[in-house]
């Protein structure tokens, strides 16, 4: 006696099944494989973090006009601080509670400052360090200035008193702060190289000083 498969068997898809799902599967590659193109800015880079740099480096940042604080002073809009001193600058971020990144960044800057110092480059480029943590007071940002030596004329501190000011700088320039145990936070640290206009040119691993001391210098040219 002969056996016949029904046409409409589950164990045995007709070929119009077959065509409409490898069809589906086609398109949720092109969908996958674009979403993945646009994350990676075209499989140049793997994270996050390097997507900032990199987008930064082929697009320099305006930073936004945000008014800081510096100790001994009078509030300035950041990008004048920047633009009137028209020397390019070594821009980090921080806070003064930090017993862990910050120490190791903080100790790279005061390389560069004895660096800029013994080759008498405190005329061509300057390091600012702003404070994220609303906690920083100016007498904060002053004692720890002292404790680490920073010469005014090459190294100044500042924070951003206004809360919604301070969102969008740390937004707009792309540092993440997460809050942590014990009043610490995390957060993600690097040298950011700004042009005497104001503009954000560079980001640069806080682990490569030497680096970001040049490629400031060459701004400076």
């Not at 075209?42 to 100790?71: N, W």
């Not at 600058?89 to 930090?98: E, N, Q, S």
């Not at 790279?108 to 007071?137: C, N, V, W, Y």
Request: glycine share 6%; aromatic share 6%; hydrophobic share 50%.
């Amino acid at each position: 006696m002969e056996t016949t498969i029904s046409p409409n068997s589950p164990h045995l898809p007709i070929e119009g099944d077959l065509a409409r799902t490898l069809a589906l599967v086609a398109c949720m590659a092109a969908i996958a494989g674009a979403a993945l193109w646009q994350a990676t800015m075209g499989f140049r880079v793997i994270s996050t973090e390097e997507g900032r740099r990199l987008a930064i480096a082929e697009a320099p940042l305006a930073l936004p006009r945000v008014d800081l604080a510096l100790p001994g002073g009078a509030a300035v809009p950041l990008p004048a601080l920047l633009a009137n001193d028209r020397r390019p600058a070594i821009v980090t971020f921080f806070y003064a509670r930090c017993s862990a990144v910050c120490s190791v960044q903080g100790t790279e800057l005061q390389q560069m400052q004895r660096e800029i110092l013994a080759r008498g480059l405190q005329h061509k480029l300057r390091l600012l360090t702003i404070s994220f943590d609303p906690r920083d007071s100016l007498d904060d940002l002053a004692h720890y200035a002292s404790r680490m030596r920073a010469e005014a004329a090459v190294w100044q501190f500042a924070s951003v008193p206004d809360a919604g000011q301070r969102l969008d700088l740390l937004e707009q320039v792309g540092i993440i702060v997460l809050p942590a145990e014990l009043g610490e936070f995390q957060h993600n640290a690097a040298f950011h190289i700004v042009r005497p206009d104001g503009r954000l040119a560079q980001v640069i691993d806080y682990e490569q000083p030497e680096i970001a001391l040049a490629a400031a210098l060459e701004l400076a040219r």
